[in-house]
């Protein structure tokens, strides 16, 4: 059982990634995913999360309006659009899925998260 984070690179101020987050092992369509990341010194901050079964997104209003999450279940993969990053943007970036059906804010911290992918760095120059 595996996640794995991908897409992120060096980017400059205004531009946009997709990440992805690829599972093996089990059916990310029935889990809850969401994408966190974290900046040196910094706690892991949520970004997005969609629902397991109705497909709701959630973002925090820090990021709303330049984050999309979406997944696409018969490549089992979670995505991550991202767009008008800034350097503040910079961060290690991951993906986690949940299988308990958190809801509502207690969905976006770490705790409820099964799995965790391994990270892909984002670096936003200006």
């Known amino acids: 059982v595996q996640l794995q984070a991908s897409g992120g690179g060096l980017v400059q101020a205004g531009g946009s990634l997709r990440l992805s987050c690829a599972a093996s092992?089990?059916?990310?369509?029935?889990?809850?995913v969401a994408w966190f990341r974290q900046a040196p010194g910094k706690e892991r901050e949520f970004l997005a999360r969609?629902?397991?079964?109705?497909?709701?997104?959630y973002f925090p209003d820090s990021v709303k309006g330049r984050l999309t999450i979406s997944r696409d279940n018969a490549k089992n993969l979670v995505y991550l659009q991202m767009n008008s990053l800034k350097p503040e943007d910079t961060a290690v970036y991951y993906c986690?899925?949940?299988?308990?059906?958190?809801?509502?804010?207690?969905?976006?911290?770490?705790?409820?998260?099964?799995?965790w992918g391994q990270g892909t760095q984002v670096t936003v120059s200006s």
């Open positions: 092992g089990f059916t990310i369509s029935v889990y809850g």
């Open positions: 969609i629902d397991r079964s109705s497909g709701m997104t």
């Open positions: 986690a899925a949940d299988r308990s059906g958190c809801s509502g804010s207690g969905c976006y911290v770490t705790v409820p998260y099964d799995y």
